[in-house]
C-alpha cells in the first residue's frame, strides 16, 4: 500500500477533519464501494483520490468520470465500449470506463446526475462484475473498485424517486461525508496560507500575507463554495498583482493605494465590530441565549461562537433572562 500527494493534500486541523481523516484512512483498506457526499467544492475528488492511493489499488489506475457529462444514448459505450463495426462510425475498439479501470479504482462524480437507464446499468455491474462491449461476442470480467460522490442528499432523492435506493444502498456500504468549510474552525487560516504558496509557487510570483483585518474578513465570510472558492479567491487576487490583505478584506477584492487603505481598514474593522454584536444580539435573543441552537443557525462550532461572544463581552445569560 502506498501513500500519494493528494492523500497527503486533505488539508485541516479541525476536529470535523480530523475524523474526516481517520475514516478516510480505515476505509481505504477494505475493496468496498464508498459513497462520498458534500457540498460543492468541499473537495470530493480529493478524497477519492486518497481513497485509491491509500489502497492496495494504488498502482493500478484512478479514472474519474463526471456522471452529468454523460449523454443517456452513449452510457453504456463509455461504460462499456465497442468493436471495431458495432456502429456507423465505430471505425476501431475503443476501450471503455470499466477496462481502462481494470486493476484500480472508477470515480463517479455527480452520481446523482446519472440517468435512469445509468442507474440500472451500474446496479448490474456492482452485482455482477461481467461486461459485454458493444458488437463484442463475449462477457468479460472487470475488476475495480468504484467510488460515487454527489452533493445533493441520495437518501431524498431515493425518497422522492428520483434514485434507486437498492442502488443507494449498494454504493453507501461505506459513506463519507465531507464537511463544508464553514464548519472547519481554524482550517479557513490553514488553507488561505497553503493557497498562498502553492499558487505564487506554480507562477513563480512572491507570496503574499494576510494582516488580521483580511483573516477577520476570511472567518465572517460563509464561503457557499466552500473550499474550491477560497483556493480561487487567492489565486485570483495574487495573478491581479493586488495584496492579499487588501483583495481578500475587500468585498469586490479591489487594492487602493497606502493612504486610502489605511482609512479604509480603519473604517471596515469599525464596520466589522458593529455588525457582528448586532448580528450577535439579534442571534441570541432569537435563541433565548441558548449557544447550541444559536450556533447551529449562524453555521459555526459552538465554541468559536463562545469565543465571539466573548470577546463583545455578550453574556448568553442575559439573553435568557430577557435583560439584555
Aim: with cysteine.
Amino acid at each position: 500500500m502506498a501513500d500519494n500527494k493528494a492523500s497527503r493534500e486533505l488539508i485541516g486541523n479541525s476536529r470535523a477533519m480530523q475524523m474526516l481523516k481517520q475514516r478516510v484512512e480505515r476505509a481505504a483498506r477494505f475493496d468496498v464501494a464508498v459513497l462520498i457526499e458534500g457540498e460543492t467544492g468541499t473537495g470530493k475528488e480529493l478524497v477519492a483520490r486518497a481513497l485509491h492511493y491509500l489502497s492496495p489499488r494504488c498502482d493500478g489506475p484512478f479514472v474519474p468520470v463526471n456522471c452529468g457529462a454523460l449523454p443517456e444514448s452513449l452510457i453504456e459505450n463509455e461504460f462499456f465500449g465497442h468493436r471495431r463495426g458495432a456502429f456507423t462510425h465505430a471505425v476501431g475498439d475503443s476501450p471503455g470506463l470499466l477496462r481502462l479501470a481494470q486493476g484500480g479504482t472508477l470515480f463517479l462524480d455527480e452520481i446523482d446526475s446519472l440517468p435512469p437507464k445509468g442507474q440500472v446499468m451500474l446496479l448490474r455491474l456492482l452485482e455482477e462484475p461481467v461486461f459485454r462491449p458493444l458488437g463484442a461476442d463475449r462477457e468479460q470480467r472487470f475488476d475495480i473498485r468504484m467510488l460515487a460522490a454527489s452533493n445533493q442528499p441520495l437518501e431524498l432523492l431515493a425518497q422522492q424517486g428520483r434514485f434507486r435506493a437498492d442502488l443507494l444502498f449498494r454504493l453507501k456500504l461505506i459513506d463519507l461525508r465531507i464537511p463544508p468549510l464553514r464548519e472547519r474552525e481554524g482550517d479557513v487560516d490553514l488553507l488561505a496560507d497553503h493557497f498562498m504558496k502553492s499558487v505564487a509557487q506554480r507562477y513563480h510570483l512572491q507570496a503574499g500575507c494576510l494582516d488580521a483585518v483580511a483573516r477577520d474578513w476570511l472567518h465572517s465570510h460563509h464561503w457557499p463554495g466552500n473550499v474550491r472558492e477560497l483556493e480561487h479567491w487567492v489565486c485570483r487576487n495574487l495573478l491581479l498583482g493586488e495584496t492579499v490583505d487588501a483583495a481578500l478584506a475587500s468585498p469586490h477584492g479591489a487594492g487602493s493605494s497606502s493612504g486610502e487603505h489605511l482609512r479604509y481598514r480603519e473604517a471596515r474593522i469599525g464596520a466589522l465590530e458593529a455588525f457582528d454584536q448586532r448580528y450577535l444580539r439579534e442571534l441570541l435573543g432569537r435563541h433565548r441565549g441558548n449557544i447550541t441552537h444559536a450556533a447551529r443557525e449562524a453555521g459555526k462550532e459552538r465554541r468559536a461562537l463562545a469565543r465571539l461572544l466573548k470577546r463583545y463581552a455578550l453574556d448568553a445569560a442575559s439573553f435568557r433572562s430577557g435583560t439584555s
